[in-house]
């Protein structure tokens, strides 16, 4: 069974950091896309990043790129995202998932909340 976990949400004030983990376990992960959405309320899901598990490529939204920065650890299994210099439009429910293809994304965590405050 794949799981998928997020930790290491909070509540910072802006200009801060916080850095999530993404913990993966249930099957091995080579030839995936690992990677961070975000949804604040009332608003719908966005990407944020992702890496590719083999080669560490990776990909950020617009507003995110100098801020963020997405890693892996492949003996830990786990993914992280660093964010720095967060906004209060940052807050959001930030929740990573796992892609094979390039057309869907087929693993989702369940979320972990990020509250930036000014």
């Known amino acids: 069974q794949v799981q998928l976990v997020e930790s290491g949400g909070g509540l910072v004030q802006a200009g801060g950091s916080l850095r999530l983990s993404c913990a993966a376990s249930?099957?091995?992960?080579?030839?995936?896309?690992m990677g961070w959405f975000r949804q604040a309320p009332g608003k719908e899901r966005e990407f944020v990043a992702d890496?590719?598990?083999?080669?560490?490529?990776?990909t950020y939204t617009d507003s995110v790129k100098g801020r963020f920065t997405i890693s892996k650890d492949n003996a830990k299994n786990t993914v992280y995202l660093q964010m720095n210099s967060l906004k209060p439009e940052d807050t959001a429910v930030y929740s990573c998932?796992?892609?094979?293809?390039?057309?869907?994304?087929?693993?989702w965590g369940q979320g972990t909340q990020v509250t930036v405050s000014s």
């Open positions: 890496i590719t598990w083999n080669f560490g490529r990776t």
């Open positions: 998932a796992a892609a094979y293809s390039s057309i869907a994304w087929d693993y």
């Open positions: 249930g099957r091995t992960f080579s030839g995936y896309r």
